[in-house]
């Protein structure tokens, strides 16, 4: 309550209202939401617009935040600036939240202090003065500890004397801070200080007290020096009690206990009962569950069905909420861009009939590349000699390509290309499948399924190539990360959509798929991969030397079993656990609150 308090101060007493002050007070979380508030807020962080302006064109599409603002700075109803800030404060005096409630009427009688001072010596108060004494008086506030019906008081050794405690825990007996010490000022004479007499009167009245006293004195300080046992204790035997294995138990560290497990002794506990449903086999509101669906098709694009399968929470955030981080993070926009105009240098490459061109004249295959990537870099408006980090970003694709240099990765792509796939016949780049809005190269939509569920898949395959007697090997370009594990493990779609895709455009063909790695100069970040092969339906996934026989039919029923749920609405978005692998480079991990189980 202080603090919003105090962003509320800054609020109305500033000559030019900032959007960070208005939201400061509108986002904090005792303030009623309103809806499109974080809708605002992104607008104005994204647009750079610093000052408030009651009079622009974007907040005027939020007519009722618009009038609350106003409402808070400048409230109509009221004369003075003391008679608005009453009734600010006013709404949070009768809170059933009995806290708020009590720092509310102090907030309330130091703001009353204040009136009644500024009026006896007639001073008209200012903004700015009003906010300085403000701060000021808030800074030596104190709210005295009132008697709670749960937890542990905390008290000076002084107040102990009149208690009647079930426990009582005296810490910090040692020398120097018991018997009390008083701090002496060495320009004016010592008061009178009985502090060895007080402390004595204490251990009298503590050792009345019986065994509902426990006493401690620390060996060590923070630090790590030694430290001594008050000499009024000396005659104390020291218990035999081993505290130093006890674990420190905060509520939450004493709930991991039972991490995994369900606890049936507090049913009525809001976090048990979650913990305990998440625990359970069946789908619950605590798992996200999912409305019903009416249709009985499904669509997605390979790289979303992708996220389904990793994490439907991760999902939900990308596909659905469409949530994106409003703090930019250049490096990873600036390798998002890298990806995207190789992409699109290799797929101009392949168009102006570059792979051809390399049986003929490696180097003159090069000087094609090196242009083509250079509109790229025109058509995305990049320019990677702008600065130190793009220079040194793009480097390994630009530097020495036309001189053939196997330091540049596209000379190395270049290649592996001549070496493995130079006789191929015909061939397709950037081939799209699936697509909504159907122009005449987008292929027909591969799908799964029966008339009860169907599984349709979109997408874009990066490279094809057509080789004689019907057979196919499709690449993908990774300037990243990629592993064929996710295939075994059923989290990873892309390829088994894109062979789906193939199969329906070319029956009878065999077909091969692999990735085409440029992500850096190290030995395993980049080269041609071994390749994915189906054979009768069944999928050959490489697998360090060798290969992992998985049936074309065993992943169907996977996808499908997912897509079966989501349709019954029996699916939870929030039912996979915290996995470290997924989730280590998930942008959504701060939002997700999957470690939120104890
Ligand atoms: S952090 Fe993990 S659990 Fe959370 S959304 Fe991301 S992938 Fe899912």
Redesign the pocket.
């Known amino acids: 309550m202080s603090q919003l308090f105090i962003s509320y101060l800054n609020l109305i007493t500033t000559q030019k209202i900032k959007w960070n002050d208005v939201f400061a007070v509108l986002l904090h979380p005792l303030m009623q939401p309103e809806t499109g508030l974080f809708e605002l807020q992104i607008y104005y962080r994204g647009a750079g617009k610093i000052y408030f302006d009651k009079t622009d064109e974007y907040l005027l599409q939020f007519p009722e935040i618009k009038e609350k603002i106003e409402k808070i700075i400048f409230s109509d109803s009221e004369t003075d600036i003391f008679s608005t800030i009453f009734s600010f404060l006013k709404k949070f005096a009768r809170s059933e939240n009995r806290e708020l409630t009590i720092v509310t009427e102090k907030l309330l009688s130091l703001v009353k202090n204040l009136q009644n001072y500024y009026s006896l010596l007639e001073i008209e108060p200012q903004k700015t003065t009003l906010k300085k004494d403000l701060l000021f008086i808030l800074q030596k506030a104190e709210i005295h500890p009132k008697k709670h019906e749960f937890g542990i008081e905390i008290m000076g050794f002084l107040d102990t004397l009149d208690l009647q405690p079930e426990k009582l825990f005296l810490l910090g007996l040692n020398e120097g801070s018991f018997p009390i010490s008083k701090p002496t000022n060495p320009f004016l004479n010592p008061l009178p200080n009985y502090s060895w007499f007080i402390s004595m009167q204490l251990l009298l009245r503590w050792n009345a007290l019986g065994n509902k006293v426990k006493y401690f004195a620390a060996e060590r300080d923070v630090d790590g020096t030694s430290l001594q046992i008050s000499t009024l204790l000396e005659n104390f035997h020291k218990s035999e009690e081993n505290l130093s294995d006890l674990e420190y138990q905060s509520l939450r560290n004493f709930l991991k206990k039972y991490y995994g497990k369900k606890i049936l002794n507090f049913p009525y506990h809001k976090q048990i009962i979650r913990h305990n449903a998440l625990l359970d086999e069946s789908i619950s509101e605590f798992s996200g569950k999912t409305e019903k669906i009416e249709s009985n098709k499904l669509f997605f694009s390979s790289s979303s069905f992708d996220k389904l399968l990793?994490?439907?929470?991760?999902y939900w955030?990308a596909e659905i909420l469409k949530i994106k981080q409003i703090d930019y993070d250049e490096d990873k926009e600036n390798r998002r861009i890298l990806g995207n105009i190789l992409h699109k240098s290799l797929e101009k490459f392949g168009k102006a009939g570059g792979f051809r061109k390399l049986r003929e004249d490696f180097s003159s295959a090069c000087l094609l590349l090196e242009e083509k990537l250079r509109e790229s870099f025109d058509e995305y408006k990049i320019n990677p000699d702008e600065n130190l980090l793009l220079k040194n970003l793009y480097k390994i694709y630009r530097n020495n390509l036309h001189k053939e240099n196997s330091a540049n990765l596209l000379v190395r792509l270049l290649k592996w290309n001549l070496e493995k796939f130079s006789d191929f016949k015909d061939a397709f780049f950037e081939q799209k499948f699936g697509m909504k809005n159907e122009t005449a190269d987008n292929w027909d939509f591969p799908e799964i399924g029966d008339d009860k569920i169907k599984l349709l898949f979109r997408g874009i395959i990066d490279k094809i190539f057509i080789f004689p007697e019907n057979q196919i090997i499709a690449t993908d370009y990774k300037t990243g990360k990629f592993d064929f594990k996710e295939i075994i493990e059923k989290t990873n779609s892309q390829f088994v959509i894109y062979l789906l895709a193939l199969q329906k455009h070319f029956s009878n063909f065999k077909i091969k798929i692999a990735v085409e790695q440029i992500k850096s100069l190290r030995k395993a970040e980049n080269g041609l991969s071994t390749f994915l092969e189906i054979r009768e339906d069944t999928l050959f996934v490489p697998s360090g030397k060798t290969f992992i026989e998985i049936p074309l039919s065993e992943l169907k029923e996977h996808f499908l079993n997912v897509a079966e749920k989501i349709i019954a609405g029996n699916f939870g978005v929030a039912s996979?656990?915290?996995?470290r692998k997924?989730?280590e480079y998930?942008?959504?991990?701060s939002?997700?609150r999957?470690d939120s189980q104890f």
């Open positions: 990793q994490c439907p929470m991760k955030f996979k656990e915290l996995r997924v989730c998930c942008e959504y991990k939002i997700c999957k």
